[in-house]
């Protein structure tokens, strides 16, 4: 393909929410479409994850906030972010450059260029619903907790960071009218109706479907070996099988796509483990996600389960479940809702939420290249800013214009 010529064919690698989501909107932009997943869509970091699409705590990780004091406080092993020290050599230039981010006026640039790229967020997801794509879909808010009143205002100033002003405070007694099977730990409430939740499982098989529906394709079990580049442009992606050759090329594989993707060390990826616990037929009937500002613990309710999830593990990229953050997790939650977790059966999980130094995504053309784009870095917003990030990338390539300001997440920031 020429320089400037519009691609008729693009792979993407990676079969999770904001890989496939990338693909449907090129596909409805008239592309020939493949996606490429290593496992089965849908199983990496948005198979467990909490499912919030929440613009309203859309804020980069990299917070004033967090400076040597609190690094140092993550070594502890209840530490809600937790960083294994065998792990700390290695991870040193990626926490250093990320501290250097942690400031006020970082921080607000970031909120803005968040809040400008969620503009579409809840039109978006209306629109795949009326496309008819088919997933566990709730509008009903999201509920902010604390049993101390000064973590509310703190989670009250961090909303309105973002621009959110309509939030709902509730006292004590308001707060169980609205969810009575809470227990009385808890000082008060904020609600924010805006908010939403999705089961991101649900949301990969119906984009999935929706997309080979529409003619494009899914090759599940291709993990791409490499890309094979040629003068700047990415001319095939090896794998089993043998090459699968586009005009254009999608990253799109997590906390990973550094592997995957040509040059792809300069997108400074670091991988900030999750843990979850989905409880099947749970006890505790709640009407909308919770999250427990206290301990930063989140619990999610869905058709037929309750998540329970939390903590930020910086250990490298790798899968390990490490059962003691499993169990800081339950040590937390039952301390202040005790039947959280009783129910038929639990399944524990872990995923990597991919991490950039500034907290910020990297949406765009790869640096270096003239047909690779890359999508990646989205932290713990994965679901909210999904479909927002595949729209943009979509006009990008078919377009030239993405719609919306990537200049903030542009993938060659972080290149020394």
Not at 184 to 194: E, K, N, Q, T
Not at 317 to 327: C, E, F, G, H, S
Request: proline share 7%; with cysteine.
């Amino acid at each position: 393909m020429r320089s400037g010529d519009t691609p008729s064919t693009v792979a993407v690698v990676g079969g999770g929410a904001i890989g496939l989501l990338t693909a449907y909107y090129l596909r409805r932009a008239g592309l020939d479409v493949t996606v490429l997943e290593r496992d089965r869509v849908g199983r990496g970091c948005s198979w467990g994850n909490l499912g919030w699409v929440c613009p309203s705590i859309s804020t980069p990780l990299a917070a004033p906030g967090l400076g040597v004091a609190s690094l140092f406080g993550a070594l502890g092993s209840d530490s809600p972010l937790y960083i294994r020290p065998s792990s700390i050599p290695a991870l040193t230039p990626w926490l250093l450059r990320f501290r250097s981010h942690c400031n006020a006026d970082d921080y607000a640039a970031g909120c803005i260029a968040l809040a400008r790229l969620n503009d579409l967020t809840m039109d978006l997801y209306d629109g795949l619903l009326r496309e008819g794509v088919a997933f566990e879909h709730y509008a009903r808010g999201m509920t902010f907790v604390a049993s101390d009143s000064r973590a509310l205002e703190d989670e009250r100033r961090m909303i309105e960071d973002v621009g959110v002003s309509e939030v709902a405070s509730w006292s004590a007694e308001q707060l169980l009218e609205r969810e009575p099977a809470l227990p009385p730990a808890f000082a008060g409430a904020l609600h924010v109706a805006s908010d939403r939740h999705v089961r991101g499982d649900s949301l990969c098989a119906g984009v999935a479907e929706a997309l080979v529906g529409a003619g494009g394709r899914l090759e599940e079990g291709f993990e791409v070996s490499r890309a094979r580049l040629e003068s700047g442009t990415v001319v095939a992606l090896e794998g089993p099988g043998g090459p699968v050759e586009a005009d254009s090329f999608v990253f799109a594989a997590g906390a990973e796509t550094g592997r995957v993707a040509p040059g792809g060390a300069v997108l400074g990826l670091q991988a900030g483990k999750g843990y979850s616990i989905t409880v099947h037929r749970p006890r505790l009937r709640l009407t909308c996600p919770l999250y427990i500002c206290d301990v930063r613990i989140g619990l999610t309710p869905y058709r037929d389960v309750l998540r329970v999830g939390g903590t930020m593990e910086l250990s490298g990229i790798n899968r390990r479940l490490d059962p003691r953050r499993v169990q800081s997790i339950r040590r937390q939650v039952l301390g202040l809702v005790p039947d959280a977790l009783e129910g038929e059966r639990e399944v524990e999980w872990v995923g990597m939420r991919p991490l950039t130094p500034d907290g910020l995504p990297s949406i765009g053309r790869l640096p270096g290249t003239t047909n690779a784009y890359v999508a990646a870095g989205h932290q713990m917003l994965g679901i909210t800013l999904a479909p927002a990030t595949g729209h943009a990338l979509a006009r990008l390539i078919a377009e030239g214009a993405p719609g919306v300001p990537l200049e903030p997440f542009e993938p060659g920031r972080f290149a020394d």
